[in-house]
């Protein structure tokens, strides 16, 4: 079965609005592991607007799965992550007043700019991820990035898909999640995936973990987390191909 990674951004975006320590979202991804998650996602955003440097301190302590943080690929982002030693670094695009992360990394364009940024973190024990559009083109421009050893695929295009759109959108996932398993790198997949949307990503053959958010923490809020993981992950075992997407 594909593994599950929750993100607990928004556990902190809700403790950020009013500023106090609570709802916190350490306690938040204890409770996600012990629902059967593998492992916990944070990005830690330069403007600090949910997830905060102690909280990925303490994540680092506590989590028994993997940690994997997201971060850009900026001076102080890297030292930080050298520091705190997660197990995963996702290397992600990110501009000041997105609402949320927009699109991939251009991994053609910033090629030089990633190869540094991933033999720092390989010096320091740290797995590479990056975070892609699933674009035959990108997905090829990891051949030239010996140390990073897997990539997340940008699920939005297809969950904002019409019906009419879905099939070329999840055919474009399929393909770029082919391309990049056949050069030996591990599949990841995320972005806007819910329990309607999520079966199809979950049955990809090779994708070994989705990395979800939003659509949990929003669940959590009204029935718990632990049920909103349980939800999530009995979704993803359910999943299989709709017949719009044959």
Avoid: C, W
Avoid at 73 to 90: I, K, S
Avoid at 213 to 241: D, F, N, P, Q, Y
Wanted: proline share 4%.
């Amino acid at each position: 079965m594909t593994a599950l990674s929750v993100n607990v951004d928004h556990v902190a975006t809700v403790r950020q609005a009013r500023l106090v320590d609570y709802p916190d979202p350490v306690e938040a991804a204890r409770l996600a592991e012990e629902a059967g998650a593998f492992g916990i996602t944070v990005h830690l955003r330069q403007d600090r607007r949910h997830i905060q440097d102690r909280d990925v301190v303490e994540l680092r302590r506590t989590v028994r799965g993997r940690l994997n943080l997201e971060i850009a690929t900026d001076e102080p982002m890297l030292d930080f992550a050298e520091r705190v030693g997660p197990d995963q670094v996702t290397l992600v695009p990110e501009r000041p007043d997105e609402v949320t992360t927009e699109g991939g990394l251009d991994l053609i364009g910033r090629g030089d700019q990633l190869r540094r940024a991933a033999r720092r973190l390989v010096a320091a024990g740290i797995q590479v991820s990056v975070f892609v559009d699933p674009d035959l083109d990108q997905i090829a421009a990891l051949d030239a990035q010996e140390e990073v050893t897997g990539f997340e695929l940008n699920t939005d295009a297809y969950t904002r898909a019409s019906a009419a759109e879905a099939t070329a959108e999840f055919a474009k996932i399929e393909a770029a999640a082919a391309r990049g398993l056949a050069a030996g790198r591990e599949a990841y997949a995320g972005h806007g995936l819910t329990v309607a949307n999520v079966g199809p990503v979950a049955a990809l053959s090779g994708v070994f973990e989705l990395n979800i958010g939003h659509s949990i923490v929003s669940r959590a809020v009204l029935i718990g987390m632990t049920a909103a993981v349980k939800e999530m992950l009995a979704a993803m075992a359910g999943g299989r191909r709709p017949a719009q997407l044959q």
